[in-house]
């Protein structure tokens, strides 16, 4: 079991940025991919990002169109998502996800093994 906190939601003006960050805890943090999913209500949680073990790959959802940075710090046990560019349509829950196993990265639901309570995101036209 791995312990995920969620900070760095908010209210932001469209066109804003926000930087959202991780903290992990619980088992080794370096050996497992990390994610960020977001969800609104009525709808299925999904995909945002997603960041290797090593740091080395990185992976986006189409709707981020460069504008989402994922990273992480594994001396700090740590991922962060910096969001720039932001649109109303950002508007969601963002949840922190750390990968079920060391060798598949988290880029679907069924890929995770752990979740954060989540973040509101909020972008005002």
């Known amino acids: 079991q791995v312990q995920l906190v969620e900070s760095g939601g908010g209210l932001v003006q469209a066109g804003g940025s926000l930087r959202l960050s991780c903290a992990a805890s619980?088992?080794?943090?370096?050996?497992?991919?990390m994610a960020w999913f977001r969800q609104v209500a009525g709808k299925e949680r999904e995909f945002v990002a997603a960041v290797s073990a090593s740091a080395g790959n990185t992976y986006y959802a189409d709707f981020v169109k460069g504008r989402f940075t994922i990273s992480r710090d594994n001396t700090k046990n740590t991922v962060y998502l910096q969001m720039n560019s932001l649109k109303p349509d950002d508007t969601a829950v963002y949840y922190c996800?750390?990968?079920?196993?060391?060798?598949?990265?988290?880029?679907?639901?069924?890929?995770?093994?752990?979740w954060g309570q989540g973040t509101q995101v909020t972008v005002s036209s």
């Open positions: 619980g088992r080794p943090f370096s050996i497992y991919s």
């Open positions: 996800a750390a990968g079920r196993n060391t060798i598949f990265v988290a880029t679907n639901i069924q890929s995770v093994g752990s």
